[in-house]
């Protein structure tokens, strides 16, 4: 146990590090992209739908997977949308 | 292959996945890589995704010889498996379908949306696990409980921030007397039903009270905050969803939740930390600022009594149609109004007649820091026209027209110099030093700071009420006969 909350708080501190100097104009983008990252939490939906085996199981299984993948898609093209306009724009100047 | 070695495998796809998203959000952080920054998180996603469907977990009732494991689990396990494919699939097809759909304005109302689906899912996986682990571990006690709440919260106010921004329910702070007590007696009712569960009894319907606790609790934290706090708001619930994943993690002793958790709720919180300071704001102020003291703070002295100057758009268009040099302040109400299209094709006419035009861009303007970039890119303005606060501002006293289109905070001259203001020592446009200013706004009401704008009754500020897509295309129309 000690070595998963070793992880965790590595992971924090890597996390209050890697944010540090964005620009303004990122601060969109950069939320919307952290905000696909979390749907990583669809690992876990899938792991519950996997080992589900009782109709209640597959109900909660089913709807996270669900929340989960559309937060991760739905976050990533959002994101890559965003980012395609200011790349475009920069490009041109 | 055995177990044990799957289960290292899988791990070592946790790892690449862990490494991608570091790698990721170090991209995003400068406009050139910050694209391809974010292909490198899709792909750690994958990696995450696949290396899950091979996890001990899952496989062992389907490959394995242990206690349990029958024709009967086996069968389950593969309807399982069809269930993932035919669930992910259909949440990627609306995934993508949404995403390309929306419009560029939406977006804050549709991260709110996809981030309390992500807090949704968290509270799921808690409550699965808390039904289904028998003798848990403290630590996995504890831990379930905590993604429980903060995944709930989360979801539900999301949902209100969603809601605010689509204008489902109104942007204005929602406040009631007592309003304060009720938030208090929520957070104790939490925080008891915690405890319970925690040391007490396991009991399902305490569990089920706890969830629902949580989520009234998400609810009354956010309907009292107003809508153009609302980006902060989802900054912070975007956070607090990345946590709860986080220690969704410990529940299941996975390391792609802890370390994916981990880093969003920190940079989230990061995140939020530069957009209350872009604002000049604490998070505390932004979060209870509506609760308990009303904001109070009318138009000075001077001004008492006066009424605004009410233009037409023929006389709008007659001002700007005799400037030299146009300033446009683009804000808030003209992202909500969509009329980046209109105000881009005005300008062009403007230019045609050989008038300068530039574009006067707030850090703050629009719904999130950096929004209103994102919408003049769409409507194709030369980025050469964009002016930052530091470049444009010397300029507004040569300025012949500035045309301030649904911004209201950012231009009130009160932040220069009036202390009990809330909005005191904000950076803002200097728009009152230009020779003429017309604003284009729907209504006298105060900005979402809740206060009064001096600016709005100056000598030299004229009104053109009404709905700024409908505005700036009448005025542009009118443009034709001068």
């Known amino acids: ?93 | 292959m055995n177990l044990a070695a799957l289960s290292d495998l899988v791990n070592v796809g946790y790892l690449l996945a862990a490494i991608g998203f570091i790698v990721a959000l170090k991209m995003m952080n400068s406009p050139a890589t910050a694209r391809k920054g974010n292909w490198v998180a899709m792909g750690g996603m994958a990696v995450a995704l696949i290396a899950t469907l091979f996890h001990p977990d899952i496989v062992q009732s389907l490959t394995g010889t242990g206690a349990g494991v029958d024709d009967v689990m086996r069968g389950e396990t593969i309807r399982n498996y069809v269930l993932i494919a035919a669930v992910m699939l259909i949440g990627a097809v609306g995934g993508i379908a949404s995403g390309r759909k929306i419009q560029m304005t939406a977006i804050p109302q549709m991260v709110a949306l996809l981030n309390g689906l992500g807090g949704g899912a968290v509270a799921l996986i808690a409550l699965y696990e808390f039904i289904n682990t028998p003798d848990p571990s403290r630590v996995q006690s504890v831990t379930t409980v905590l993604s429980a709440i903060i995944g709930s919260m989360s979801f539900s106010g999301s949902l209100i921030a969603f809601g605010k921004l689509q204008e489902l329910l109104p942007g204005r702070p929602i406040t009631f007397k007592g309003q304060q007590g009720v938030n208090i007696l929520l957070f104790v009712m939490v925080a008891g039903l915690a405890a319970a569960l925690m040391f007490f009894a396991a009991s399902p319907a305490v569990f089920a009270g706890l969830l629902v606790a949580s989520l009234v609790l998400g609810v009354s934290g956010v309907l009292p905050i107003g809508g153009a706090d609302m980006p902060v708001v989802i900054s912070l619930l975007n956070s607090f969803t990345g946590c709860s994943a986080g220690l969704a993690g410990f529940v299941l002793l996975n390391t792609a939740l802890l370390i994916g958790g981990g880093l969003v709720g920190a940079s989230g919180l990061i995140l939020t930390l530069l957009m209350c300071t872009a604002m000049n704001r604490s998070l505390g102020n932004v979060l209870f600022g509506a609760v308990g003291a009303a904001i109070s703070t009318g138009p000075n002295a001077a001004l008492a009594g006066k009424q605004p100057k009410a233009y037409s758009v023929e006389d709008a268009a007659i001002l700007l149609s005799n400037a030299n040099s146009v300033v446009i302040v683009p804000g808030y109400g003209m992202a909500v109004a969509q009329a980046q299209h209109q105000v881009k094709e005005m300008a062009a006419k403007l230019q045609a007649m050989g008038i300068d035009v530039k574009y006067a861009v707030h850090p703050v303007a629009g719904r999130m820091p950096g929004h209103m970039n994102v919408l003049l890119a769409e409507a194709d303005v030369p980025y050469e026209q964009l002016y930052e606060l530091e470049q444009i501002n010397p300029l507004f006293p040569e300025t012949d027209v500035v045309l301030v289109i649904g911004a209201n905070d950012v231009v009130n001259p009160a932040a220069r110099y009036d202390k009990t203001s809330p909005i005191y020592g904000m950076p803002i446009l200097d728009v009152d030093k230009a020779r003429t200013v017309i604003v284009s706004k729907r209504s006298m009401n105060p900005g979402f700071a809740g206060v009064e704008n001096e600016l709005f009754l100056n000598d030299n500020t004229v009104m053109v009420f009404g709905n700024a897509k409908t505005t700036i295309s009448k005025i542009t129309g009118a443009l034709d006969s001068y």
């Open chain 1, 1 to 93: 146990m000690i070595a998963v909350v070793t992880i965790f708080i590595l992971a924090i501190f890597v996390g209050l590090e890697v944010i540090s100097k964005v620009p303004m104009t990122l601060h969109t983008p950069l939320m919307s992209a952290t905000n696909a990252i979390h749907g990583v939490v669809l690992v876990g939906g899938i792991l519950v739908l996997g080992q589900a085996h009782s109709v209640g199981g597959i109900v909660i299984g089913v709807l996270a997977v669900l929340f989960g993948t559309l937060n991760v898609v739905g976050g990533f093209v959002v994101t890559d949308r965003m980012l395609e306009m200011f790349k475009s724009k920069r490009g041109k100047r």
